[in-house]
């Protein structure tokens, strides 16, 4: 089933169940974080806006900014290589890139703003995810350069369920004492939260940026840290309003068999 057919049969389930959708999350999911010569380089990644716990619903999501992937210290465009795709009938994009080489690729996405009426809010988040070539192991946590952004300290891939995983929230390439960071987990149908608490969860960050989150499940993993910036937008009807900037990474976690 494609990602967008599921997350409308997640989300008319959850709809039924009559417990409230949650947070805004900026998806970017490869097919794999972890390439190998078994799994082959050619790797699909889907960009979708919506509420993975919830399923839904889906947030209609423009033509990105930005997309690309940094190897190393070099950053590969791939604007070029994005597709629209249809998420059970909202606009979401696809793009296909093939990892030949031995390293570590940090594929990320600055979407367009997105206004949301019910909070006053433009969104922007800023999401990446470390897909592993070949093994290399190396450049797992270098910096993309986001104005907002989370660095690993624990490397992204090739993580067992019930695993740490730790990071530093960064605005402007400094770490921002106290952040608060929203947790989801990419939610495959299988998995009904009994309460709307259940459903993001909540923690922050020390005095030095660092927070830190043990993965109870396994499958993809989002940590979302919302700040606002420091100076307004326009919204769509001209007003000034609050400008929400995400920090986001994915990770996956992999039961132990």
Not at 36 to 62: K, R, S, Y
Not at 85 to 94: F, K, L, P, Y
Not at 163 to 182: K, W
Request: contains cysteine.
């Amino acid at each position: 089933m494609q990602l967008g057919s599921r997350l409308c049969v997640i989300m008319t389930a959850w709809l039924a169940s009559s417990v409230p959708a949650a947070a805004h999350f900026q998806l970017l999911k490869p097919s794999t974080d972890v390439v190998t010569e078994a799994t082959g380089g050619l790797l699909q990644l889907d960009l979708i806006f919506t509420h993975p716990m919830a399923g839904g619903p889906v947030m209609p999501m423009a033509r990105p900014v930005r997309f690309g992937v940094q190897q190393g210290k070099a950053i590969e465009d791939l604007l070029p290589q994005l597709v629209p795709q249809d998420a059970g009938g909202v606009a979401a994009w696809r793009a296909a890139y093939e990892i030949k080489e031995p390293d570590d690729y940090i594929f990320f996405v600055e979407p367009a703003p997105y206004w949301e009426p019910a909070e006053q809010t433009m969104i922007v988040h800023y999401a990446k995810v470390v897909v592993d070539g070949f093994g290399a192991g190396t450049g797992w946590d270098e910096l993309v350069g986001l104005p907002v952004e989370i660095q690993p300290l624990v490397r992204p891939y090739g993580l067992w369920t019930g695993n740490l995983f730790r990071g530093v929230v960064l605005e402007a390439g400094q770490p921002v004492p106290f952040a608060e960071i929203e947790v989801e987990w990419l939610n495959d149908g299988s998995v009904t939260p009994p309460a709307e608490v259940f459903v993001t969860q909540v923690i922050k960050a020390d005095a030095a940026g660092a927070f830190a989150y043990a993965m109870p499940r396994a499958g993809w993993w989002g940590f979302a840290a919302l700040l606002e910036a420091d100076q307004p937008v326009k919204s769509p009807d001209g007003a000034d309003v609050p400008l929400e900037q995400g920090a986001l990474m994915w990770v996956r976690a992999v039961d132990m068999r």
